[in-house]
């Protein structure tokens, strides 16, 4: 009898710990571990299965993509792009500014607009479609003001695909960081 109880004891033992022991890395999704961006003041973790990207706007910062989802233009049509200017204006102003321009171009369509909060900071948020040449994205932009200047997080994605994707770039949104 005794080694019986020994052996429940022993079994409970081994499932107990086996359920507790996790990859630090593994956030119960499939970033496929993670990697840390630092440069240009900013820091941001994203999967390790993704790339440092070349980013095509003169204010951008940092970006990280998904080098199995390049588009027509050898672009990484999956991406986070992190972008950075000197705030001239109020932060509500600048950001009410470029989606009413965004919303006079028929190539674009806006979703929402609204407040969210990212970490310690307040920030605004747009989730829009672009159109290119029947190429059709979702974007979901972050706008944070910190230090007299504006960080804009954008978040891509084929519109198709944009929900499967929301777990990685919350993720990479989640981890934004100012140094």
């Not at 070349?54 to 050898?74: C, Q, R």
Request: proline residues 2%; charged residues 15%.
């Amino acid at each position: 009898m005794k080694k019986y109880i020994l052996g429940i004891i022993v079994i409970m033992a081994v499932i107990f710990v086996s359920g507790c022991i996790t990859d630090s890395n593994d956030n119960g999704d499939d970033l496929n571990g993670t990697k840390t961006l630092s440069q240009n003041g900013i820091s941001i973790e994203y999967p390790g299965n993704w790339v440092v990207a070349d980013a095509h706007s003169e204010d951008s910062i940092a970006a990280v993509a998904d080098p199995n989802s390049k588009d027509v233009n050898d672009l990484g049509s999956i991406n986070v792009n992190i972008e950075r200017q000197n705030l001239t204006t109020s932060l509500n102003g600048i950001f009410t500014q470029t989606y009413k321009k965004l919303s006079s171009n028929s190539n674009y369509q806006l979703i929402s607009q609204g407040n969210t909060t990212i970490g310690e900071f307040a920030a605004l948020e747009c989730l829009y479609l672009s159109n290119d040449n029947g190429n059709i994205k979702k974007h979901r932009a972050i706008w944070i003001e910190n230090n007299n200047a504006v960080y804009v997080i954008l978040c891509t994605a084929p519109q198709n695909d944009f929900s499967n994707q929301e777990k990685i770039f919350d993720f990479v949104v989640s981890s934004f960081r100012i140094t």
